[in-house]
């Protein structure tokens, strides 16, 4: 079935890497992949709410070096592995330019994007690349804060919500099914 903007999402789906062996094949930023994964705290009520709506697909569009998909994502592949019926895969942004040109973030090519399929392949929604007050953030202070004391900020900030704000809104994405 082909989506509005040209996109087949079943044969995006059959090309893309499942989650485990893109975080396995990781070149950069790996120990924070796993370390996020590993300390990342699913609470009860975020698996109930996820698994409400049934099976679902998340196709990931990323990087492995993207810092903020190895902050986010590492704690979506948890929450999707304790409902035991959400699958996750991946599509390189680098690799997959016409899919990632679908979902911009004002006119950039930012990752992660998580784009929520159902098990027709059809899409839902999607969600990313930050969570929204994280965003926000980011939005008013990148031009005005030195790059390094920007990411630290935001670095912070992420340590400081512990995964919460994207359990929240990818849970909201995922009962949108």
């Known amino acids: 079935m082909t989506e509005p903007g040209g996109l087949h999402f079943e044969r995006l789906w059959e090309e893309a890497t499942p989650y485990d062996r893109f975080v396995a ?47 986010t994502l590492p704690v979506i592949a948890k929450l999707a592995d304790a409902t035991g019926d959400i699958d996750l895969k991946v599509l390189e942004r680098d690799e997959y330019p016409e899919v990632m040109d679908q979902y911009l973030t004002n006119g950039a090519r930012s990752i992660p994007i998580v784009i929520a399929l159902d098990t027709t392949f059809r899409e839902l929604c999607h969600w990313g690349p930050r969570p929204t007050e994280l965003q926000a953030w980011a939005m008013e202070n990148k031009s005005r804060l030195p790059q390094k004391e920007f990411y630290a900020e935001m670095r912070r900030w992420l340590v400081r919500d512990k995964g919460e704000s994207t359990l929240r809104e990818v849970v909201e994405l995922l009962q949108r099914r």
């Open 25 to 71: 094949a990781a070149q950069d930023l790996r120990g924070l992949w796993d370390g996020v994964y590993r300390t990342a705290r699913i609470p009860a009520w975020a698996v109930e709410r996820a698994r409400a709506g049934g099976p679902a697909h998340l196709l990931i569009i990323t990087e492995d070096w993207c810092w903020d998909a190895a902050n």
